[in-house]
């Protein structure tokens, strides 16, 4: 079938096209009824269904044969470690860690905190509490203590999952430090933390609170998988918003299997035994929809990477994984390949490797920019780079340029492509009326949402529609800006709120705005995204100081670095601050943060009529001029 025609099915009548689809999974009890809403007057797929997204996974798999399937390679070069298991070995690992879970009292609708690196164990987390219909709550490894406790007081877990250290490059990292003072400054208290210890850096554990995982795991029996409702929560996963509190996305069982397996088979054509490799951190929504649930619900083989796209050794490390394991489809983000293409411009590493495995590259996470998608597209002729769009609260892609019997519809440059079927994708004014083609605005999805999107906010039904769904009518708001042509495209143009994106790492500006302003020294400030050669963006703050206070800029910025680094994470990569008088407002006091990142980026701005002092702005144009080196750093 066309795309046209299975989008048109999937907006003309969405419940009969969805559960058409949610029968190409094995139910306990198939769902009466597709759409209902919730006693909080919020849209719900599959109520009354049940299912256990674990089964989907690994167990119905082993039944139909498919057990000595290579289910997860760990592909670690940072450790030099490579290792494969199959879909009986993942199962096994499980159901015993399920196990282990369950005699420390963990079930269904307990919260489980998940702080780990990218080694297989975090997979097997995730699943074991998916077997349980415990909620997990993946925390990924870069945020700082402040940040884990944050969470843990939201999600208050009955247990956290953590490892002994990280490895980024060559740098042990530490893990159970930053938990331990998580606890510490948390006001919840957790009953265990389990501990898997690496060799390279054992933890130390504070019995009978901590335990270690292995010692754990081989004394447990393997759990059975619990029948849940699909409307049950699957996982909370935290994400940055424009308040300095991350928002908890909640992901449901039914509608996401459903919508999971569809964009396996419509989007990135992968089907049973293919081999899907998305290059990202399951501390990520891409990892937890494409590195764990799709690949397996689907019947691929995953590859959990622990390593880079540069110098674990070199920029042919992507080149290597998809030659030795055979990889059809890969997914990363556009800065994983500017990162390639700084160190190898010619991609001459490329030719060291047989790709012949290779159909497709998907690039999401940020705004693809024209010169990366060419890079890549001449790179790795024959193989379509397709740029496409979604976000955390989507859980799977909302733009795509489809692909029919196997041929990519044409790419335009700039452009994540035409809406997923399910998605109704409009660009609108501020009276939430669709703009007409070309016309920049705010992109909003119309309701409902399909399967797969989050229903709701964790504990916050309320804040979920005040954030997302009351600034324009009938459409959920994305936070994105952009454009649509006549064909049909958008063109994502970046986000309209305090969010940035910085190496593919979804960042909040106001949470580095609320430690900057703790400063001592610090009146009031402004961090904005700036655009970065490699990463995208990158934040930069403006800061005034307290009337009466002298400070030497590079004293200061070396002080607010290192408080961003202790209370956010090292991958805020806050590294710049600027000492300024004044910071540009309008008359009631609101800080014009655009204007201020379009003069950063060299674009044009209008000053809005209600600015309290115009003079402001060629100050901090002047600031530009005089710092030439700030854009190229
Ligand atoms: N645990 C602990 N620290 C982490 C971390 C983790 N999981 N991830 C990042 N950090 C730290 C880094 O070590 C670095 O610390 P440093 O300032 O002490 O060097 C800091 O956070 C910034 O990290 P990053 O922005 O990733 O920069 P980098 O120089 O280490 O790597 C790239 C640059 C481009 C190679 C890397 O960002 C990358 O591979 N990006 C692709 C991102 C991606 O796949 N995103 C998924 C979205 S789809
Ligand atoms: P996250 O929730 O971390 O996945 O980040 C989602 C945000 O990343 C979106 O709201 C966009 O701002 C941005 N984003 C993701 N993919 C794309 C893309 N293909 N083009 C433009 N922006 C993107």
């Known amino acids: 079938m066309s795309y046209k025609s299975i989008y048109r099915e999937s907006i003309a009548d969405p419940e009969k096209f969805w559960s058409e689809q949610a029968q190409n999974l094995d139910w306990f009890h198939v769902p009466d009824k597709a759409l209902s809403t919730d006693p909080d007057g919020l849209h719900r797929w599959f109520a009354g269904g049940k299912l256990n ?26 450790t030099q470690t490579f290792s494969r298991f199959t879909y009986r070995e993942v199962l096994h690992e499980t159901a015993r860690l399920a196990g282990a879970l369950h005699a420390l009292g963990v079930g269904k609708g307990d919260r489980v905190i998940i702080y780990m690196p990218m080694i297989p164990q975090v997979v097997f987390a995730m699943l074991a509490c ?23 007081d939201d999600a208050c877990p009955k247990v956290i999952l953590t490892a002994s250290a990280g490895i980024e490059f060559d740098k042990i990292i530490p893990y159970k430090p930053i938990v331990d003072k998580a606890l510490n400054d948390a006001a919840h208290s957790v009953s265990n933390v389990l501990v898997y210890q690496r060799r390279m850096c054992l933890a130390d554990l ?21 029948a849940l409702d699909a409307t049950d929560p699957l996982y909370i996963l935290y994400t940055s918003g424009t308040t300095g509190k991350p928002k908890g996305i909640v992901r449901d069982n039914g509608g996401h299997a459903v919508a999971l397996a569809f964009s396996m088979r419509h989007i990135y054509q992968c089907g049973p035994g293919d081999v899907f490799w998305a290059a990202s951190d399951v501390g990520w929504v891409v990892g937890h929809s494409y590195i764990v649930y799709a690949p397996l619900i689907t019947g691929c ?23 030795e394991y055979g990889v059809k489809t890969m997914f990363t983000a556009p800065t994983a390949i500017r990162a390639i293409k700084k160190e190898d411009p010619d991609g001459l590493l490329k030719n060291m490797y047989d790709l012949s495995a290779l159909q497709y590259l998907f690039l999401a996470g940020e705004r693809c920019d024209v010169a990366t998608l060419q890079w890549a597209q001449q790179l790795l002729p024959g193989k379509p780079v397709i740029d496409h769009w979604w976000q955390t609260e989507s859980g799977w892609p909302m733009l795509v340029t489809p692909i029919e019997n196997g041929l990519v519809q044409p790419i335009k440059p700039g452009s994540a492509g035409r809406p997923v079927p399910g998605f109704q ?5 501020q009276n939430a009326q669709p703009l007409p083609p070309d016309e920049e605005g705010a992109v909003g999805v119309k309701l409902p949402l399909p399967p797969g999107c989050m229903p709701t906010l ?39 709120d305090d969010v940035i994106n910085v190496a593919g790492h979804r960042l909040s500006t106001s949470d580095m705005e609320e430690i900057v302003a703790a400063h001592p020294a610090v009146a009031e400030c402004a961090v904005i995204g700036v655009a970065d050669a490699l990463k995208g963006q990158v934040p930069l703050g403006f800061v005034v100081l307290k009337t009466g206070i002298q400070m030497d800029e590079l004293a200061l910025e070396a002080e607010l670095v290192a408080m961003v680094r202790e209370r956010l994470g090292a991958l805020a990569c806050f590294k710049k601050a600027l000492l300024v008088n004044r910071l540009p407002k309008t008359r009631s006091g609101k800080i014009l ?4 990142r379009n003069i950063a980026d060299d674009k044009p701005y209008n000053a809005p009529s209600t600015i309290e002092d115009t003079a402001v702005l060629s100050e901090i144009e002047a600031v530009f001029k005089h710092i030439p080196t700030l854009k190229s750093r």
């Open 130 to 152: 998916a077997r349980l219909g415990a909620i997990h709550s993946v925390v990924f490894g870069g945020f700082a203590a402040h940040e884990l406790a944050l969470r843990i």
């Open 206 to 226: 504070n019995e009978p609170r901590d335990r270690d995982w292995e010692l754990l795991v081989r004394e447990a029996a393997p759990a059975d998988f619990v």
């Open 53 to 78: 997204t674990c089964y989907l996974a690994l167990d119905r798999h082993v039944a139909a044969g498919r057990g000595d399937q290579t289910a997860l390679v760990y592909d670690s070069p940072v």
């Open 301 to 323: 083989t995953t590859i959990l990477y622990e390593g880079k796209p540069v110098r674990t050794p070199d920029a042919g490390a992507f080149w290597r994984v998809i030659a």
């Open 425 to 429: 994708v409009h660009i609108l004014d």
């Open 593 to 596: 943060r655009r204007v201020m």
């Open 458 to 496: 964790w504990k916050a039904a309320e804040v979920f529609r005040e954030s997302y769904l009351s600034a324009y009518p009938g459409y959920y708001f994305t936070g994105d800006g952009g454009y649509q042509d006549a064909d049909g495209y958008t063109f994502i143009t970046g986000r309209i």
